[in-house]
């Protein structure tokens, strides 16, 4: 039964001093025995406070690894080790040094949806809901943006006093929401606000009446007068929001919307990892972690 798993989780984190982190992507039945859940951001944030000596990271590779660079001295797993995030794998740190030496005069700027080892070359990293606010602080003027040309694309619209250059990557799941998805779903829901993700494309985040992160996109909801909205990010999203305010109604934006390396974990695996039968613990380099560090400290600082 789900409440069992769930009761001896709970009882395993107190036993193993863990700390459950736990992306919004993830299933309702995670988030309900997570210590935090959220978005890239606030999990960093929370990875950094965290006083237990164990973490079980529920979401994707990048962000376990960036719990382990921020507390090195901490064990920290990943339920799943195949959950790895596609878009954080486009680059590799061959073809960066090349568009360094393309670029030399522009700091580079790394979603945080990258590999450590990438970060190694970054100035800077940012996350979804952190990107405009920490780009505008920084002093140079002249920013190479890795690897999401989308999210890259909405930085730069609100930016336009800098010289932001982009790179072909993106999220695959976001990509897959076309902006006929969102002819179709205001025809059918014409009241509902529309509330998108900056991974989708800009001819999608166009027609949005709010554009932030998973966390923005739930607080925007949970605040907002309006009664209805369409949800252009992953399916879990429409999900917990349901669940959060019955009295409001959440459509999906399109149904393809799913992260199957999200949906790598289920809550049996994390009982298993808990259990210490299973799961992967996150081992980095010194030197990876040393210079990948510098740069999401640089990016908790300026957020
Ligand atoms: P945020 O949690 O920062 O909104 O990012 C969404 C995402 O795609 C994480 O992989
Ligand atoms: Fe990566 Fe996109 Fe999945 Fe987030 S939603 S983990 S960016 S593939």
Redesign the pocket.
Known sequence: MLKDIQEKIMQLKKEKDICILA???QSHDILEIADYT??????AQKAAQSENKNVIMC??R??AETVKILSPEKRVWLPRPEAG?P?AEQLDTDILSQLKQMYPDYAVVAY??TTSELKTLCDVCV???SAVKIIKKMDADKILFIPDCNLGDYVKKQIPEKEIRLVNGG?P??ARISEKDVVKAKALHPDALLLV?P?CKPEVTAHADYV??????MDFAAKSSADSFIIG??MSIVQHLGIDHPEKKFYALSKDCV?HN?KATNIADVLHCAEGSDGEEIVLSQEVMTKARACIDEMLRLG
């Open positions: 992306h919004c992507y959220g978005d890239s951001f606030g999990l979401g994707v990048f962000m995030c878009m945080i949806n996350t979804s809901s999220c799941t976001h993700h991974e932030g992160s998973t966390t923005g996109i990010t992953e992260c999200m």
